[in-house]
């Protein structure tokens, strides 16, 4: 993520989640916090075929003793 300038920290949370018995469950999570505009997170996992997947992710941005954040999901990919 790339916030706007003027922000001083950055935060993400991801959760790699998978659905079993009609629910979403998460199986590994993962947060990454960054001083600065700019924050990153890249991780891999093997994952089990057969099953339903979604990423669920915050992104929070702190400027001084305000914050914003946005929730975000990805596609839901069966693998």
Same mark, same amino acid.
């Given at each position: 993520?790339t916030?706007r300038?003027g922000?001083?920290?950055? #935060?993400? %949370? =991801? $959760? #790699?989640?998978?659905?079993?018995?009609?629910?979403?469950?998460?199986?590994? /999570?993962? %947060?990454?916090? $960054?001083?600065?505009? #700019?924050?990153? #997170?890249?991780? =891999?996992?093997?994952?089990?075929?057969?099953?339903?997947? $979604?990423?669920?992710?915050?992104?929070?941005?702190? +400027?001084?003793?305000? =914050?914003?954040?946005? /929730?975000?999901?990805? +596609?839901?990919? +069966?693998?």
């Open positions: 993520m916030a300038p922000v001083n920290k950055s #935060l993400i %949370t =991801s $959760r #790699l989640q998978k659905k079993v018995n009609g629910n979403w469950q998460t199986i590994e /999570a993962w %947060t990454v916090s $960054r001083q600065g505009i #700019l924050c990153e #997170l890249n991780k =891999s996992i093997v994952i089990n075929k057969g099953y339903v997947y $979604r990423i669920f992710s915050t992104v929070k941005a702190y +400027k001084g003793s305000k =914050s914003e954040s946005i /929730a975000v999901y990805s +596609k839901i990919v +069966k693998y």
